[in-house]
DNA sequence: ATAGGGTTAG
C-alpha cells in the first residue's frame, strides 16, 4: 500500500514535467507496467496534463485513458469532461456529464466550471442555460460561489447581460471575481454608468476590477475617463501589470497628446512593465506614439523590444501606412516574412493599405492573390475593402464593381464606402451613384456616405442632385457631425476649435494671422477651392465659410504659439477637406514648417509644399 | 479553480 503511494506520487510529479503528447504517452506506459492505469488519481492527473497540450488532436484518447478505470471517482469523471469541453467537441462533453448524472455520480464545482467556461468560449448560450438548471437541480451547486462566477462570464461571454446580472443579484455569497464579471459585462455593452455603478458599490476593489474600468472606459471610446480612473488607481497605491498598461496607453492612444504619451510611457518603463521587456506593453505603445503622430518614436520601441509578435509588427505596418510611408510598411512586411513570426490578416490590412497609398496597384494584388496559399490568411470582407480602396484609388472604378461582384461574401459598408471615396477622388458621379445606393442600404444613419455623395456631385456642378442628397439627410433628420480640430501647445495644453470659432481667448490674434498667411499664399498662386463647400451658395459666402475652417485657425494658432523650429501638430476629427489641404501644402512651403495633421483616418506629413498622402485620402 | 488583455478603415 505504502509503495502504492510512493509510485504514484512519483508519477504524477514526472507528469507536471511533460510538455508534449510523446512524452506523455512514454508516462502513460510506464504507468501501465506498473500497474496505476487503474488509479483514478494517476489518470486525472494525466488527462489534465493532455488537455493542456494544445494544438494536439486529442480524438479519443481521453476516453481510452478514463476507460481503464473501474471505478471512475467525480475528479477523473471532471477531467474526462474537462478535456472535451475545453477542446472540443462540447456536446461530447455534455454526453459525459449526462452519463455520469445518470449513474448517479455527484458532479464537483469544477465540474460545472469546466463546462460554463467552454460554453463561454464557444457562445454557446443554449447549452448554457441547460447546465445552469442542472446545477439548482443538483444540491448545494446553486449557492456555490466559484460556480455561480463562472456561470456570470458564461452569460457575459454569450452577450445575455440580464442572465448574468439575474445570477448576480440571487447570489447569497459574492466576492470581487463576481462583481468584476458583472462590471465586464456591462462595460461590453457599453453601459459605462452602471459599470461605474457598480464599481463605486464594490466593497474591496482589486487591481483586476480597477484594470476592467480602464480597460472598459478605453474599448467604449471614453479615453479621458479611462485615464482619470488610472489615475485614482494610482493614487490609492493600487498595484498594476501590463494589463492595467495595456487599457490605459490605448486610452492615450485615441487622446492622441504627446503629454499623455509620455506620460505613460514613463510609468510603464518604471513600472516593470517596459516596452523592452513586455510584447504587450511594447505594442500597445507602438500603437499609441503612431497615433499621437510620433511614428519616429513608435519605430524607436519597436526596434528596442527583445520579443515581437504578430501585434508588433502589425501595429507597426499599419503605423507606418498611416504616416504615408507606405515603403517602410512595405519593407517592414518583408522583414517579418524572415522571422518566425506569422502575418495575420490584420498584417495584410496594413501592408494592403500601403500599397494604395503608395499606388503599388501591382504589388498589391499579387499579395492579395498569394496572401491565403502562401501565408494561410482567408481573405475577409475588410481585405476586399482594402482592394476596392487599392483599385479605386488609383482609378479603376470598373475593376472595383467587378471585385465585389465576384467577392464570395456580401460586400460590407467599408467596400461600397472605398468605391464612393474613390468615384470622390475621380469625379465619377455615375459611379458614386451606385456605390452610394448600397452604402444608404447598409449604414443609413452616417451622415459622411451622404456627404460626399453630395460633394461628389458639387464638384461637377451638379447643383439640382446637390439639393437632392441634402434634402434626404434633412428627412433623415441627420445631423451634421461639427467639425473640430486641436493643437497642443507648447506647455501641452490643448486648444480646441470650432468653425468659425470666436470663443477662443486670441481669435483675432489668429484671425490676423491667418489673413496674412492666406494673402501671402494668394501671391503664389492660391486660389480658394471653392467647390469645397457642398452648399448651392454665392462665391463669396463660400470664401468666407472656407477661412473659418477649424483646422485653417488651429494652424494660425499653432503657427503663432509653436516655435519657429518646430512641427505643428494639428488634429481633426473629421476628415480633411480639399481646401484646408491645399492650404497645409501651401503653408509648410511658405514658412518652412513641418505640419502634421492628423484626420479621423490618417497623418498629413506637409513638408515644403508636399504632401506624405500623396492628395489621396 | 473563477474576473481584466494590444493591432483593422472608406
Known amino acids: 500500500m505504502v509503495v502504492q503511494r510512493v509510485l504514484e506520487s512519483e508519477v ?143 452569460y457575459m461571454k454569450c452577450g445575455l447581460l440580464r442572465c448574468a446580472r439575474r445570477v448576480f443579484d440571487e447570489m447569497t455569497e459574492r466576492d470581487v471575481v463576481s462583481w468584476t464579471g458583472l462590471i465586464v459585462a456591462y462595460a461590453r455593452r457599453g453601459e459605462m454608468k452602471a459599470a461605474q455603478d457598480l464599481f463605486d458599490g464594490l466593497p474591496v476593489k482589486d487591481m483586476v476590477a480597477w484594470t476592467a474600468m480602464v480597460t472598459g472606459y478605453a474599448q467604449n471610446a471614453m479615453p479621458k475617463n479611462a485615464v482619470e480612473v488610472f489615475q485614482r488607481l494610482l493614487d490609492e497605491g493600487v498595484e498594476i501589470d501590463e494589463v492595467t498598461l495595456v487599457g490605459v496607453i490605448s486610452a492615450c492612444a485615441q487622446l492622441g497628446a504627446s503629454k499623455y504619451a509620455k506620460w505613460i510611457r514613463d510609468i510603464a518603463e518604471s513600472s516593470g512593465f517596459g516596452a523592452g521587456s513586455n510584447v504587450l506593453v511594447g505594442s500597445a505603445l507602438i500603437d499609441m506614439y503612431s497615433k499621437c503622430g510620433n511614428v519616429e518614436e513608435a519605430y524607436n520601441v519597436f526596434k528596442g523590444m527583445r520579443e515581437r509578435n504578430v501585434f508588433s509588427y502589425s501595429s507597426m505596418i499599419v503605423g507606418f ?9 512595405i519593407k517592414l512586411f518583408y522583414d517579418m516574412l524572415e522571422t518566425e513570426v506569422k502575418p495575420n490578416h490584420v498584417t495584410f490590412v496594413g501592408v494592403l493599405t500601403a500599397c494604395s497609398h503608395a499606388g503599388l496597384v501591382n504589388q498589391g494584388q499579387q499579395l492579395f492573390a498569394t496572401m491565403e496559399k502562401c501565408y494561410g490568411v482567408a ?53 458614386a451613384e451606385i456605390a452610394s445606393k448600397r452604402l444608404f442600404e447598409l449604414e443609413p444613419d452616417n451622415i459622411g456616405n451622404y456627404l460626399l455623395l453630395s460633394n461628389t456631385y458639387a464638384s461637377a456642378g451638379r447643383w439640382d442632385d446637390v439639393s437632392r442628397v441634402r434634402k ?98 494639428i488634429m481633426k476629427n473629421l476628415r480633411i477637406c480639399e481646401d484646408c489641404h491645399i492650404v497645409m501644402c501651401g503653408a509648410s512651403k511658405l514658412t518652412g514648417r513641418k505640419i502634421v495633421v492628423r484626420d479621423n483616418t490618417r497623418f498629413h506629413h506637409f513638408l515644403n509644399g508636399a504632401c506624405s498622402c500623396r492628395n489621396f485620402w
Not at 503657427?559 to 505643428?568: E, Q
Request: with cysteine.
Open 12 to 154: 504524477v510529479r514526472i507528469l507536471d514535467g511533460c510538455t508534449n503528447l510523446n512524452h506523455a504517452k512514454q508516462v502513460h506506459a510506464h504507468i501501465y507496467r506498473n500497474n496505476l492505469h487503474q488509479c483514478s488519481y494517476v489518470i486525472t492527473k494525466l488527462l489534465r496534463v493532455i488537455t493542456t497540450l494544445r494544438h494536439v488532436p486529442l480524438h479519443s484518447y481521453p476516453r481510452l485513458l478514463f476507460a481503464q478505470v473501474h471505478t471512475p471517482n467525480p475528479f477523473l469523471w471532471t477531467a474526462l469532461i474537462r478535456a472535451y469541453a475545453l477542446r472540443g467537441p462540447l456536446s461530447q462533453a455534455l454526453r459525459l456529464f449526462c452519463s455520469m448524472r445518470k449513474r448517479g455520480i455527484t458532479p464537483v464545482s469544477f465540474t460545472f466550471s469546466a463546462l460554463f467556461s467552454a460554453c463561454g468560449a464557444a457562445s454557446d448560450a443554449t447549452l448554457g442555460v441547460q447546465l445552469h438548471a442542472q446545477t439548482l437541480l443538483v444540491g448545494g451547486f446553486a449557492s456555490d460561489l466559484f460556480v455561480n462566477n463562472t456561470m456570470i462570464d458564461m
Open 321 to 329: 501606412a498611416i504616416h504615408g510611408r507606405a515603403h517602410a510598411a
Open 379 to 431: 481573405p475577409t470582407a475588410e481585405l476586399y475593402a482594402c482592394m476596392a480602396d487599392l483599385l479605386g484609388r488609383a482609378g479603376y472604378l470598373e475593376k472595383v464593381l467587378r471585385l465585389v461582384e465576384t467577392m464570395p461574401m456580401k460586400p460590407v459598408g467599408a467596400v461600397w464606402g472605398a468605391l464612393l471615396g474613390a468615384s470622390h477622388i475621380h469625379g465619377n458621379p455615375e459611379v
Open 472 to 569: 434626404l439627410i434633412r428627412e433623415k433628420n441627420l445631423k451634421k457631425n461639427p467639425g473640430w480640430s486641436w493643437v497642443e501647445a507648447k506647455n501641452g495644453m490643448i486648444h480646441k476649435f470650432v468653425a468659425g470659432d470666436v470663443k477662443h481667448p486670441q481669435i483675432n490674434e489668429i484671425k490676423k494671422e491667418l489673413n496674412e498667411l492666406l494673402e501671402r499664399l494668394k501671391g503664389i498662386g492660391y486660389q480658394p477651392n471653392l467647390s469645397s463647400v457642398p452648399y448651392d451658395i454665392n462665391d463669396k459666402e463660400k470664401r468666407l465659410l472656407l477661412m473659418a475652417h477649424s483646422e485653417k485657425l488651429a494652424l494660425a494658432f499653432g503657427l503663432l504659439s509653436t516655435d519657429a523650429g518646430s512641427a505643428v501638430k
